[in-house]
């Protein structure tokens, strides 16, 4: 067993249960929000938040790990609302999600910095709050690993090693920045039993996927309901046949759903992917995936089992 920092206080890597491995309760853009403030509606947005998280616990979800970090408008007072009022535990990230570049506050200063500023979110606590971050994320998209976010990455990696929460990635397969960001986890030093490649599954390319997994971390088949890099048919034989060649205990099944999401016009998403949501996996996904093959054992392996391990490094 290992303590894990919930946004609600610690628990035990044993009274994880049913984990939605990557979830957002909310996702806006930290500049527009603090600008143009009357854009938002805080209530509504936690009413959207409380009631996806309401169906995911009807369905028996106990945990959802939260990526929200800078550049996505992480509010940990909000995180922490949704989960005293539903009563599920949320586990919060902190690192910094970017694509290419970061503030310049970050550019004229050294990785340790950066690093010191996690750990800090790890150890003391979120935006001047006792609430306590229990996992680091970066991200690396089609741009590549551009020197700021390498910095972001080697940053993450730090952090890492001196407090022992995992990390998860976003990566792009379609350009095979996974493989890129293990290289330099590594490098600096990562176990990969403590690394989870999110987004593994916007690819049914086996071949970069096979090299992912060779590395020894987890892979996150993590975007159910988005289609426009993978449809659902194409997600599902991929998890079909990573499950036949023994991987159920390396990968994560979730949806990257964001309950409130400002990039996109008001019901846009809603629109146009009329599945995503963050009970996809529980109430369509499973079901097909079991008349498939995928076996019960399998199934609590991707969406109970290896939570616990990313997090105890087993």
Not at 3 to 13: D, L
Not at 149 to 175: L, Y
Not at 252 to 270: A, I, K, R, T, V
């Amino acid at each position: 067993m290992a303590p894990i920092n919930s946004v609600t206080g610690q628990v035990e890597s044993s009274e994880l249960g049913l984990t939605l491995i990557h979830e957002h309760m909310r996702i806006r853009s930290d500049s527009v929000f603090v600008q143009f403030p009357h854009l938002y509606d805080e209530e509504k947005e936690f009413a959207r938040a409380v009631a996806q998280v309401n169906k995911a616990k009807a369905l028996g979800v106990k945990t959802i790990c939260d990526p929200t970090v800078m550049e996505l408008g992480r509010d940990i007072r909000f995180i922490e609302r949704v989960s005293r009022e539903t009563g599920v535990q949320i586990i919060a990230a902190t690192g910094i999600y970017s694509f290419h570049y970061i503030p310049p506050h970050f550019q004229n200063r050294d990785i340790d910095y950066m690093a010191d500023l996690f750990v800090r979110d790890t150890e003391v606590g979120i935006q001047n709050t006792s609430i306590k971050a229990g996992f680091l994320k970066c991200a690396t998209d089609a741009q590549g690993v551009t020197p700021d976010v390498e910095k972001v990455i080697r940053a993450v990696a730090r952090a890492q090693k001196r407090t022992g929460v995992p990390i998860m990635t976003h990566s792009h397969p379609g350009t095979g920045t996974g493989l890129n960001q293990i290289d330099i986890l590594l490098e600096e030093g990562v176990d990969p039993k403590r690394i989870l490649i999110g987004h593994t599954g916007d690819t049914d390319n086996m071949e970069y996927i096979l090299k992912v997994l060779d590395h020894g971390v987890f892979i996150g088949m993590d975007r159910y309901g988005l289609t426009a890099e993978c449809t659902t048919e194409n997600r599902n034989t991929t998890v079909i046949e990573l499950a036949k060649q023994g991987y159920a205990d390396r990968m994560f099944l979730s949806q990257d759903h964001c309950c409130s999401f400002d990039w996109y016009p008001e019901g846009l998403l809603e629109h146009v992917l009329p599945k995503w949501t963050m009970t996809y996996v529980l109430e369509e996904i499973i079901p097909e995936l079991k008349v498939s093959g995928v076996t019960e054992e399998q199934i609590n392996l991707m969406m109970v089992d290896n939570a616990r391990r990313w997090f105890e490094g087993k």
